[in-house]
């Protein structure tokens, strides 16, 4: 999974209400905007919940690459994914919390659910977090 080359993300304003995007990847498009309560029309999922949707996706499909290579009996992996900010004793945040809780369904030994558990630290997009990233800005032209 690490060693795919990734498309461009190409977001543009879609014109519905004062945060609605279009997010195209490739061939496919779908909406990001504010909710309700911060003055967006609710017409797609936040920035961050775009973020916590690609961690939950590389946890689920990298513990189902791992289960088929072993041959273990995983009949189905689902992860939720939160979000909380972590703050100081005197409520200055400090950082943000993803949380991930994973259910795995099938016949698996507890050794088995162990090292799934554990290979969710191992998806690209978790150790991208984890890690840092580096971000550069430019204008285009």
């Known amino acids: ?3 795919v080359q990734h498309q461009d993300v190409h977001v543009g304003e879609s014109g519905n209400g004062p945060y609605g995007q279009f ?3 490739g061939r496919h498009v779908m909406g990001a905007d504010e909710p ?3 003055g967006g029309k609710d017409t797609g999922p936040t920035p961050f919940e775009l973020v916590m949707a690609g961690l939950g996706a590389c946890t689920t499909m990298t513990l189902r690459m791992y289960a088929d290579r072993k041959g273990w009996p995983l009949e189905h992996v689902s992860v939720v994914v939160s979000l909380k900010k972590v703050v100081n004793t005197e409520g200055k945040p400090l950082r943000d919390r993803y949380s991930r809780v994973i ?5 698996l030994d507890d050794e088995q ?3 799934l558990i554990g290979i969710a630290e191992r998806c690209p997009v978790s150790k991208s977090m984890s890690a840092g990233v580096e971000i550069v800005t430019s204008e285009a032209g």
């Open 1 to 3: 999974m690490s060693d």
């Open 23 to 25: 997010v195209t990847v």
């Open 36 to 38: 309700l309560t911060i």
């Open 103 to 107: 259910t795995l369904k099938g016949p």
């Open 113 to 115: 659910r162990a090292a």
